[in-house]
């Protein structure tokens, strides 16, 4: 079966940092885009990064630039998202997701194949 394990959440005080992890199995992940997506409560669910399946190019949405970091280690097929100077707004479930392809001009859109099914990050004094 196809499945997408997130872990690496928790609290954490803002400034500080975590590193999220989403391990993949049933499929080659070095054939499908990667991406991380959260949602907090009430309201959409965000893209926060995307990585081709190669690892050579990444994005990011505007207010995690310079602070979140997306890498990719194929031979363990997992993900990982390093979240640096967390901010109170980072607070959210984060989710891993996949869609095949080597890359996507909307990596940070919402139609991906398959989801994880999440983990909680909340930033908090």
């Known amino acids: 079966q196809l499945q997408l394990v997130e872990s690496g959440g928790g609290l954490v005080q803002p400034g500080g940092s975590l590193r999220l992890s989403c391990t993949a199995s049933?499929?080659?992940?070095?054939?499908?885009?990667m991406g991380w997506f959260r949602q907090a409560p009430g309201k959409e669910r965000e893209g926060v990064s995307g990585?081709?399946?190669?690892?050579?190019?990444?994005a990011y949405v505007d207010s995690v630039k310079g602070r979140f970091t997306i890498s990719r280690d194929n031979a363990k097929n997992t993900v990982y998202l390093q979240m640096n100077s967390l901010k109170p707004e980072d607070t959210a479930v984060y989710y891993c997701?996949?869609?095949?392809?080597?890359?996507?001009?909307?990596?940070?859109?919402?139609?991906?194949?398959?989801w994880g099914q999440g983990t909680q990050v909340t930033v908090s004094s």
């Open positions: 997701a996949a869609k095949r392809g080597s890359w996507s001009p909307n990596v940070l859109g919402n139609e991906y194949d398959y």
């Open positions: 049933g499929f080659t992940a070095r054939n499908y885009v």
């Open positions: 990585i081709s399946s190669g690892g050579g190019r990444t």
